[in-house]
């Protein structure tokens, strides 16, 4: 599990540093250059979507070992939550504060079910660490 996502934070940060870098220029030519402003607003998304392709298996793991209340209350807090953000930071800085709403929701709910997830079922669903037993301890795998 951890290679695979290993492999895949690859192509994750290629397309993140794209879109960091050039992400204005690709708007334009796909959409036209007054779109070319939304370079932030998609890189601010894209952070969201990175966190989601590095953390995001938590949520599979979390379900496939009998866990899926929490996995799912989880997800109902973190949801709300970012509707709330996405609300308040609306109000505050516009569509803007929507992306950054949006992608901090994701973030924070991805690292807090691959917490839970490798406390609760002792598997780490994030590609670095060791592998551990149920409590958390260092395992011999």
Not at 33 to 45: M, S, T
């Amino acid at each position: 599990l951890r290679s695979s996502l290993s492999v895949a934070m690859i192509p994750t940060a290629c397309g993140l540093a794209v879109v960091a870098t050039f992400g204005g220029d690709i708007l334009a030519l796909l959409f036209g250059a007054p779109y070319a402003r939304g370079a932030v607003l998609a890189f601010a998304l894209s952070l969201g979507a990175a966190a989601n392709a590095m953390f995001g298996i938590g949520f599979q793991v979390l379900m496939l070992c009998g866990q899926a209340r929490i996995a799912t209350a989880i997800t109902i807090v973190f949801g709300a939550g970012t509707f709330l953000a996405e609300f308040i930071f609306g109000h505050t800085w516009g569509v803007l504060g929507v992306s950054i709403g949006s992608a901090g929701g994701t973030i924070f709910q991805q690292v807090t079910m691959a917490m839970v997830c490798a406390r609760r079922t002792g598997v780490r669903t994030y590609p670095w660490g060791q592998i551990s037993d149920r409590d958390g301890h260092p395992s011999s795998k």
